[in-house]
T-cell receptor, first 116, second 114 residues
Framework: DTGVSQNPRHKITKRGQNVTFRCDPI?????LYWYRQTLGQGPEFLTY????????KSRLLSDRFSAERPKGSFSTLEIQRTEQGDSAMYLC??????????????FGPGTRLTVL | QQQVKQSPQSLIVQKGGISIINCAYE??????FPWYQQFPGKGPALLIA?????SEKKEGRFTISFNKSAKQFSLHIMDSQPGDSATYFC?????????????FGKGTRLHILP
């Protein structure tokens, strides 16, 4: 399977614990995006990387959230001191930048986080 | 702040009928207006996309109609099938620097009756 993969698929944690999610993009895709989707809503942009550089962060990304893409390949999203409001589906997408047309983002299946 | 307003929130259509989902946006300083399809437990997948200098785009049973003066665009699914039952999101690409960041609508849950 050469699509975007995310692990784990589900995570249940207690409030106050730290969690980390991993995203493996499609190989050779230099852009990687993180989105958050709550029940009944569309995905909301959190942050994105071009290669290993984090180029933009949404104001939704509080200081409890940190994302990395150390070698320009896989990425991790860490949430510290989780709160119940962090419960959501965390989606990762990847694409190739450049060109003059729309650069399609391919989404992974997401990691569903439940904070008790 | 929501930058694409999508309606209806849910839609039920008989098999073989036409499903129509509408979206409105605030300005045209962006490049593309895509539609995404999402099945339960899956990430969104690109269905079809249109640029604002094109009034209509058709791919198979799916058509986007774009009305620039009204700042609206819509998705038509012809001959709707039970397999089309999913959540559909209209969206826009945001970013003058071509960051391709996607702004999604709230979604329409479509159910096709067999």
């Amino acid at each position: 399977d050469t699509g975007v993969s995310q692990n784990p698929r589900h995570k249940i944690t207690k409030r106050g614990q730290n969690v980390t999610f991993r995203c493996d993009p499609i190989s050779e895709h230099n852009r990687l995006y993180w989105y958050r989707q709550t029940l009944g809503q569309g995905p909301e942009f959190l942050t994105y990387f071009q290669n290993e550089a984090q180029l933009e962060k949404s104001r939704l990304l509080s200081d409890r959230f940190s994302a990395e893409r150390p070698k320009g390949s896989f990425s991790t999203l860490e949430i510290q001191r989780t709160e119940q409001g962090d419960s959501a589906m965390y989606l990762c997408a990847s694409s190739i930048s450049g060109g003059f047309s729309y650069n399609e983002q391919f989404f992974g299946p997401g990691t569903r986080l439940t904070v008790l | 702040q929501q930058q694409v307003k999508q309606s209806p929130q849910s839609l039920i259509v008989q098999k073989g009928g036409i499903s129509i989902i509408n979206c409105a946006y605030e300005n045209t300083a962006f490049d593309y207006f895509p539609w995404y399809q999402q099945f339960p437990g899956k990430g969104p997948a690109l269905l079809i996309a249109i640029r604002p200098d094109v009034s209509e785009k058709k791919e198979g049973r799916f058509t986007i109609s774009f009305n620039k003066s009204a700042k609206q665009f819509s998705l038509h699914i012809m001959d709707s099938q039970p397999g089309d039952s999913a959540t559909y999101f209209c969206a826009r690409l945001q970013g003058r620097n071509r960051d391709d960041k996607i702004i999604f609508g709230k979604g329409t849950r479509l159910h096709i009756l067999p």
